[in-house]
């Protein structure tokens, strides 16, 4: 079953705020609360609603952010992932096509911790080889 535009809306609005209660989104989408809800089940049960998560303000974010290409090894992915899992800095790992096979996003709390992530990172056995992209600043955020 497609989504149709009440759904996308109501995504949208728990995209923005997930703990906005069902009587405003109600209020803001011009259908009644028990109809919310029950679409609101119908998104989780359907899977097009994942669950519910925090994301983390400015306060929480490790000020130093960075995204690491990393080339590895044939049949070395687990290996690497299975690394890359023991460094509490290493915040998403995605599997990609072309040139690099995976895409770390790490944060740190200051600039030398980073430089030593991503030299933990290039040695990790399996890892051909990598390249380090340092976040300067953030236009758009949807994820948070």
Same mark, same amino acid.
């Given at each position: ?10 995504? +949208? =609005? #728990? *995209?923005?705020?997930? %703990?906005?209660?069902? &009587?405003?989104?109600? @209020? ?39 995204? +690491? =290409? #990393? *080339?590895?090894?044939? %049949?070395?992915?687990? &290996?690497?992932?299975? @690394? ?39 040695? +990790? ?20």
């Amino acid at each position: 079953m497609q989504n149709d535009e009440t759904d996308l809306k109501l995504i +949208a =609005l #728990l *995209s923005e705020n997930a %703990r906005l209660p069902v &009587a405003d989104l109600s @209020r803001r989408l011009g259908i009644a609360r028990t109809t919310v809800q029950a679409r609101i089940d119908r998104l989780l049960a359907r899977g097009a609603i994942a669950g519910f998560t925090l994301r983390k303000g400015p306060g929480l974010r490790a000020p130093v952010r960075a995204t +690491a =290409l #990393l *080339s590895i090894e044939p %049949r070395a992915a687990a &290996a690497v992932v299975a @690394r890359l899992k023991t460094l509490p800095q290493v915040e998403t790992v995605h599997t990609t096509s072309g040139r690099f096979d995976l895409i770390v996003t790490l944060g740190a709390d200051t600039t030398e911790d980073l430089d030593e992530r991503l030299d933990d990172i290039r040695d +990790a056995q399996g890892v051909k080889s990598s390249e380090s992209l340092i976040h300067l600043s953030t236009k758009i955020d949807r994820a948070g």
